[in-house]
């Protein structure tokens, strides 16, 4: 996603969550967070208010990423909820959509000289949605940080832009969101003395990469000042994939990623006041993907004066 659209996606939902957290007053950071995510980027993608207004729709968004990771019975639901959603943005599409926005972009490309089969089309739409609300995770563990170090609530208010993106990084290598990821050997491969044959599962450890001493001196400490960067092709921080972003198979979603949660930083910092009761903040290693046990729950929230 270009830099433009990432900023307008944090910007509507910097100012969006932070009217919902108020106007709720004893929110949980992970549902509402991703519930406004949905909201915002159903919006931005061009499906309309009605859709982006459609609970289930946005409740089913979050939950194909909830549960992405589950074995059993939770699979079939969660493709059960994929195959909705589909059938819900395939209705928009044929009812029309607004010229100039993503959807119509992804509904008129075409490739070898005709358009996207609308299947195809339907799965590119929703391959943007789901990522989007994914985010609802980092931002929790954002709050999680906040709620256990308050100095770096009070650190926050006052910092640069960029010293607020570090932050925003810090949290992306510390955050157990999906710690591996895997795929399939098309070719042979040979890599550090292994050989690889064509077919091969393979998983990548992208928080055992990110814990590394030689890589994150103090790994288990949160340093914000550790230079992080999502531009560069680095080996160690993997977040969201390795390699370069711009020729390999890393995800792209890094710079949303990062301004979406530093949006989050500056509603949690900046816009309201806030207490957090006593609740189980413990992260199971277990869960894939990983979040804070409850969520993160917030008290007594108001507009900051």
């Known amino acids: 996603m270009e830099g433009d659209a990432a900023d307008q996606l944090a910007c509507a939902f910097e100012a969006a969550w932070a009217e919902r957290l108020v106007f709720e007053a004893t929110p949980n950071v992970l549902t509402t967070a991703s519930d406004v995510l949905a909201r915002v980027v159903t919006e931005w993608a061009g499906l309309g208010e009605g859709l982006a207004g459609d609970p289930r729709f946005r409740r089913d968004l979050f939950l194909m990423s ?54 195809v089309a339907v799965r590119e739409i929703l ?21 256990r ?19 925003a990084e810090e949290v992306r290598r510390t955050s157990p969101f999906f710690p591996a990821t895997t795929a399939i050997t ?24 990110m814990q590394l001493e030689r890589c994150f001196p103090a790994a288990e400490v949160f340093k914000p000042g550790r230079n992080l960067d999502w531009r560069r092709a680095d080996e160690c921080f993997v977040p969201q994939g390795g390699g370069d972003i711009a020729t390999s198979h890393r995800c792209p979603g890094d710079r949303t990623s990062v301004a979406l949660i530093t949006a989050a930083l500056r509603v949690l910092c900046r816009h309201v006041t806030w207490r957090a009761p006593e609740q189980d903040l413990r992260i199971s290693m277990s869960r894939m993907p990983a979040k804070p046990a409850n969520g993160v729950d917030l008290t007594d929230v108001a507009p900051e004066r």
């Open 149 to 167: 170090d308050p100095e770096w609530r009070d650190w926050l208010r006052t910092v640069s832009e960029n010293e607020m993106t570090a932050f």
């Open 66 to 119: 909830d549960q992405a990771g589950r074995f059993g019975p939770g699979v079939v639901h969660a493709l059960w909820r994929r195959s909705r959603a589909e059938r819900r943005i395939h209705e928009v599409l044929d009812a029309g959509v607004d010229t100039g926005t993503p959807a119509d972009f992804i509904v008129r490309f075409e490739e070898g000289g005709r358009p996207l089969p609308r299947d």
């Open 186 to 209: 098309t070719e042979r491969v040979d890599l550090d003395g292994l050989t690889l044959q064509p077919g091969q599962w393979v998983m990548a450890d992208l928080w055992g990469t």
């Open 127 to 147: 391959n943007i949605l789901r990522p989007v609300v994914a985010v609802g995770r980092h931002v929790a563990f954002a709050a999680r940080i906040l709620v």
